[in-house]
């Protein structure tokens, strides 16, 4: 039990233990490291537990089926607007939507779907659409996105079709219940 915690963690206290003979060396910096990884950890603890609430839900009320359905393998413009759509609406940083990217792979929805709702998770963001509109104008913005969101698009349908098939078979399979 505690050598699979050591090597599951292991990443973890290298790094604790290099940060704790950086600070050895030289107080400041080795304080400030520490000081990044505290607030970093308060940011997840704010945005983690909410995020897996929501998931938690959603896995129990929607059925895969209705994913499928929606999202699925057949759902063509249906399912690449929700992606959009989810992707869009979405807070918070990118590792909060990694755990959504794992449900959405137990309900069956389509691989094409979740990159499309990753990249716009990450470039469709209506908050950061406000923040870009408010600070650097319509123009911009909305040049952006007549980009970004045909781009999106694309790259969900690249990475799917590059991806190996045994590969997304695995990726599916290792994801069921």
């Known amino acids: 039990m505690i050598k699979a915690l050591v090597k599951r963690y292991s990443f973890f206290i ?6 704790v003979i950086v600070t050895v ?17 308060k940011q997840m ?13 959603m896995d129990v009320w929607i ?3 209705t994913m499928m359905k929606y999202m699925g393998d057949n759902s063509g413009i249906k399912g690449i607007s929700l992606a959009m759509l989810i992707g869009s609406i979405a807070a918070g940083p990118m590792y909060a939507a990694f755990p959504f990217t794992k449900v959405l792979l137990k309900k069956g929805v389509k691989f094409s779907n979740i990159i ?4 716009a998770w990450c470039v469709t963001k209506i908050s950061t659409l406000m923040f870009e509109f408010s600070s650097l104008g319509y123009k911009f913005t909305l040049a952006r996105l007549l980009i970004d ?6 790259m969900g349908y690249l990475v799917q079709v590059l ?4 590969e997304l078979d695995r990726l599916y399979s290792d994801n069921l219940d």
């Open 14 to 19: 290298i790094l604790f233990i290099v940060t």
């Open 25 to 41: 060396f030289n107080k400041e910096l080795g304080i400030k490291s520490f000081g990044i990884a505290l607030s970093s950890f």
């Open 45 to 57: 603890t704010g945005v983690v537990p909410p995020i897996m609430i929501m998931l938690g839900l």
């Open 63 to 65: 059925p895969r089926e």
């Open 116 to 119: 499309i709702f990753m990249n």
């Open 149 to 154: 969101i045909p781009g999106v698009i694309i």
């Open 163 to 166: 991806m190996p098939k045994n």
